[in-house]
Every structure is written in C-alpha cells, then in structure tokens.
C-alpha cells in the first residue's frame, strides 16, 4: 500500500491540529478536560482525515490520566518555583496538566500528598530530595506510579533522579570563601534532618575546610527553617560571637538575604566587615543590596529535563535515567576578603 | 438513655485519636489515603469505644475525595505564596488535602487546570479573581463543585469571594502620595486584560487624580506581567520622559522592586529623585532597600478565611459568604516628598 493510502495515524491527526498527540487521545478518550476550542479542531482533524482510532490505542490512552503530580517542600518563597515553571512548561508541551502540593517540610504531610495525588490518578510524580520513609517507594511501585527526584544528585538511589551534586557545589564556594583569607567561618543551614540536601551542603563546606588544612568541626552551624527572618536571627546569634566570623555561608539565598538585613540593622557593611554567601541564585540574590554571591543551580534546566524522563517513564515504564546538571558559583558583591583584623 | 450509654459517634472517635472528624471518615472510607500511625490510632480509639459508623454517614462521608484543589495565576513569585500557606494549614486541621495549579496569567491553561481538578475528583475550587468566561461556572454549577475567589472583593459576582477592595486600596495609596506634592505620577501596572485586581488598582489610582483635581489621564500607564525584569525595564522608560514622574506606583511588589533596582543602576536616589511604591507587603518589600512603601494585604487571614468558607460550602452545601477585608499603607522608605525641581 503507497503511504499516501496507508491509514491515517494519531500523529497525523495532531500534526493536522496543530496539538500533542497527547491532546488528541484527550479528546477522544476525555473530551470533557480539553478546552472547546482545541476539541473542535482536533475534531475537524479527525474527520477529515477519517481517522479511526484502534481499539488497542485508545485502551491504552485511557488508562492515563495525563495528570502529573508534584510534591514540594515549601511555596512560601521561590526556591522551588522556576524549575517548577519550566517542569509544566515541558509538561503542558506533552499534554499533561500538573497539580502541586507543599509539605512544609513534614515528611508526614508529603506521604499523605502522596498518596492524595496517587488516588486522584496521576500517572507520574516528581519528588524533591531522596530523603524519606522508603515505604512510599515500595507502595508507589504497587501502585505503579513512577516518581522521579530532583534537587539532588545521587547515584543508585531508590528513585532515578535529576541535581546537581549539593555537597560538591557547596565544597567549591567554601572554598572560594577560604581562598580569601576567611579563617572563622560560620554557616546558618537549613534543618539538615529529613533533609539530603541541606545536609550535603554542611558535608561540602566541612570538605573544604578539611581540604584547605583548616578544623572542619570549627565551622559554626546554625539550623533553622528556610525564612527570611530566621536567616536574620541566625546572623545575630552568630556575629555576637568574639571573634565574630569573617564570613557566613548561607544555605540558600532567602537565609543569605535575612542575614544581610540583619547586618544592615547593626550597621555592618557587607562585605567589608563580615562576607555572606547564598545558594540556589533564585531572583532575590539580584535584588537584595550587595547582591548575592552564590551558588548558580539550573532551574529550568533541571525543570524541563525531569518532566521529558518523566513523561517518559509514564508513557514507555522506562525505569529512568539519573543525571547530573552542573552548577557554578555566580561572584557578586557580597563576598570579599577577610578582615582579620 | 442515658448521655453515658448512648452509641457513640464520629464526634467521640474523633476527640478520642485527637484528630478531625474528617481524619476518621477517610480512616473508615479511605483507609490508603491516611498516614499509618494516625489510622492505628484512629482504629484504637474505633474499638475502645465500639463505634459502628451507620450506613447512611459513610455514604456521605465516601461522596467526598478530601481534595481541595486551587489555581493560582502564578508560582513563580510570592504573591500568592503566604495566603495560600495558610489556606492550605487551615484545610489539613480539617483534614482537606490541597493541590494547587498555576496558569501562568493564561485563561485557557486556567480553564484547562479546572477541568482537570473536576475530573481529578476535587470536592471545591480556589479560584484568584472574578475575570473568567462564565461557562466555567455553569461547568461547575453542573459538576456541583463549589468554587471562592479570593484577593478580589466584588460584591453579587458569580461566585462568592473573600479579598479586598483593590480599587479603593490603590485610591488610598495613591492619595497619599498626591498629599507629598506628587503631581507628575506615573504606574507600571500588571496586564489588566483578564486581570480585575490590575485594572481596579489602575482604577483607583485615577480615582485619586481626580479627586485631587488633578487630570486622570496624566497618569502615564505601562502594563507588563509581574516579574522583577519587567518592572525594571518599565522603569527605565517611565523615567526617560521629559519631565520625568516623581513618583511611580507599581502594581505590585515584585514589579516595584525591579524599579528599585533600575533606579539604582541608573545612579537615582530613591525617594530623594523618585518615589516608588508597591502592592501586597510580601517579604520582598522588607528586603529591598530602602524598604518599600506599600498596601498590606492580609494574606494569612484571606487565606484560612477561604478555607473555612470552602469547607463550609462543600460540606453543607451552602453559597458561601463573600467578606470584604482591610488593607492598609505601611510606610517605609520608598515614598517621600516630590522633588519638583
């Protein structure tokens, strides 16, 4: 048969509307979630192609949900909002809507979202961080609903996962910081249990410590939940230190930008009196004054990349690839050399 | 019979495992959707005190999914982040789950996501604003799956809302800055297109000209979507008029604080050459400096107000209140009097 008499395809059908071929079997395995409009020129696609869908395809097409759920630990500031953006983004090419819920960082929140989104019928969920009860994985595996990690980078790990590798990115800042002349160093983290991110960076700036021969247990470290004030309140306990700490790193930007406030309070210049660092280069490490030097994380890379292994884990029951992104560290004027005076 | 003997209910399972009456429906009805401990201890308390659910309450109680889904226009900053923290605190005491999906400022995606939370199963909608193709409520209406708005008061809309007078808030502050001798006021507004909070708050600026008898239609507008970048380049423009304003209103927060940093770059003092103000008080307008001046919008209480609502509207089938909050000017920095020179 000359393929210009061969039975029109799915894709012939999506190319003809202009859609997703995902879009297409939404319309004709659940007309009501498409938008009119785009129902009626896939329809008009449909009909003048003849196209006549198989039984086996729309069996098939049917059993998805094109429903992907995303578990975060916090809205509350933008750390997690631009790969976020740009993981629907790619997910909204491919024809699939994305629902987010946020735990606040309690692990029993997340199982409970888990299993939320999993009785709502997602086909895929994309988690944040390997840290949690492995339980969920075994009963996300009964379920048969694969789940991809991002924000951290680690091999072997029960889910594949999409990072960048914490410990080293915060090692290579540390020791950026060392190499101007910083000696008392201090570090305000985010609570580390539960949590393998902030932990990894804690590792990584006792790494650098070690490696440039200085005690890496003289690294002062404060824990404390990810807010603006609390980054604020952890600079004043550790700056009332005698001697105070020549510089601070932050274990992400929103902490770094409550401790510059908190030094502007007390009238110290950054960086001339005391240096501060950030991590994640979200917008707000632009805006605040000094802005921030920090550690430069892909977003929407990391976004785009987790929802194409996604979809392609749900469409194809691919076990998922596990793949590392590079970060860099982004100098700004919050960091300069030490004044040891 | 006495009150010691009589059968007992829900009410005393619940207070018994100190968990919601909501928690124990899902315990007996959707035992999968539940976080092990709390189901064992909501078991225990079942058969320490011999409570037989009747039929008719777990018909009831198994109609509903628990699931409260919310479409925000965007993540991407924290304009929506703190109210939606606490509309989602207040819906977990009552044992609700939250998904939320952002439409990126776009009605089909919006229209498309509300589809896809009805099919999902969601017992009611948090929609942001009043602006909508009205065949999204008759879809709801026949779905039978209560919708609020929030952040935008309008009184005998089409569905209840709880949120604030944008329109007289923006008066309020623009007023204001007309009292410093402004006369030359300029806005960078969000697009109002679809957008009612950003065309009121234009509205309401004008209000304020005219009131002062000043001509509504000085008011140089330009509209852009809500991001730092945007902010600064609008900025930029604004000021290269010749005279240039002494005072810009932004539209919100986010967009006042890439103004801030165009001022800055250009070498301008702010609000020795130009005065910026903001919309919301998110945690930005504390961290930029100098501090912005701007409208509080009390986001913890429309949020958990929303959710006490909602919850009220899907589980006894009410129409749902619509309440007016205050705002109010916080004066910080950003703000001074017109340097007409």
């Keep these: 048969m000359s393929k210009l008499r061969s039975a029109p395809t799915l894709d012939d059908v999506a190319r003809q509307a202009g859609v997703s071929t995902a879009t297409v079997s939404r319309c004709l395995n659940a007309p009501d979630r498409v938008v009119e409009a785009t129902r009626q020129r896939v329809m008009q696609a449909v009909e003048a192609l003849g196209y006549t869908p198989n039984f086996a395809a729309r069996v098939m097409a049917a059993k998805r949900t094109f429903t992907i759920g995303a578990i975060i630990p916090t809205m509350e500031n933008a750390i997690f909002a631009r790969g976020l953006q740009a993981f629907q983004e790619e997910l909204h090419k491919r024809g699939y809507t994305l629902l987010v819920s946020s735990s606040a960082y309690r692990p029993e929140v997340e199982e409970e979202q888990i299993r939320t989104l999993v009785a709502r019928g997602a086909d895929g969920l994309l988690l944040i961080g ?7 994985h075994d009963y996300l595996e009964r379920q048969k609903v694969p789940a991809m990690v991002a924000w951290s980078y680690i091999p072997n790990a029960r889910a594949p996962s999409i990072g960048f590798d914490n410990r080293q990115a915060m090692q290579a800042l540390a020791d950026r910081v060392i190499g101007l002349n910083h000696t008392r160093i201090a570090m305000i983290s985010g609570v580390s249990e539960g949590n393998d991110r902030a932990r990894l960076r804690i590792e990584g700036a006792r790494d650098a410590l070690r490696k440039r021969g200085l005690n890496p247990d ?16 952890a600079f004043a306990r550790l700056i009332s230190q005698s001697p105070h700490p020549t510089a601070i790193l932050c ?8 401790a510059l406030r908190q030094a ?26 000094p802005a921030l030097t920090t550690v430069h994380v892909p977003h929407r890379e990391m976004g785009s990349k987790a929802a194409l292994e996604l979809v392609e884990m749900v469409e194809n029951s691919t076990p998922g690839s596990t793949i590392r992104l590079q970060t ?4 700004r004027q919050s960091l300069g050399p030490a004044n040891n005076s």
Tied chains: 1, 2.
């Excluded at 390997?130 to 969920?136: F, L, S």
């Excluded at 274990?251 to 409550?258: I, Q």
């Excluded at 240096?275 to 707000?284: A, P, Q, V, Y």
């Design 130 to 136: 390997h840290d949690r009860n492995p339980q969920i």
């Design 218 to 233: 003289s690294l002062s470290i404060i824990e404390t939940s990810y807010e603006v004030e609390n980054g604020a309140e």
């Design 251 to 258: 274990g992400n930007d929103v902490l770094a930008a409550g």
């Design 328 to 331: 860099e560290i982004v100098e």
């Design 264 to 289: 502007q309070s007390m009238g110290l210049n950054v960086p001339e009196d005391v240096s501060i660092t950030g991590f994640d280069d979200i917008e707000l490490a632009r805006i605040v004054s």
